[in-house]
């Protein structure tokens, strides 16, 4: 059975770091693509950025970008993102999700969620 489960998610301040890990069982990363995303309270999901099977090509939202990377590590078959400069606008719950095409991480019907994690960002 293909699962996800993400981790890492906590309480920072504005301008720190945390790093999220999305952990796959039932498949491996060589072959899905990977994506981020978040929905704060009272807002629609937002996609936060995408990662190819090959592990080569990633997209991020422009309110991320510079900010925050994925990565993978296969020995492990966990995802990370890894996000700095954090800012209050930034909470959210966090969720990663798999699909076997790239596409479906833009337009975001991607076919194995995980249950998220909180990110809070305050001061």
């Known amino acids: 059975q293909l699962q996800l489960v993400e981790s890492g998610g906590g309480s920072v301040q504005p301008g720190g770091s945390l790093r999220l890990s999305c952990a796959a069982s039932?498949?491996?990363?060589?072959?899905?693509?990977v994506g981020w995303f978040r929905q704060a309270p009272g807002k629609e999901r937002e996609r936060v950025g995408c990662?190819?099977?090959?592990?080569?090509?990633?997209t991020y939202a422009d309110s991320v970008k510079g900010r925050f990377t994925i990565s993978r590590d296969n020995a492990k078959n966990t995802v990370y993102l890894q996000m700095n400069s954090l800012k209050p606008e930034d909470t959210s719950v966090y969720y990663c999700?798999?699909?076997?095409?790239?596409?479906?991480?833009?337009?975001?019907?991607?076919?194995?969620w995980g249950k998220g994690t909180l990110v809070t960002v305050s001061s």
């Open positions: 999700a798999a699909d076997r095409l790239f596409s479906t991480c833009v337009s975001g019907d991607m076919a194995y």
């Open positions: 039932g498949f491996t990363w060589d072959y899905y693509a």
């Open positions: 990662l190819n099977t090959s592990g080569r090509v990633t």
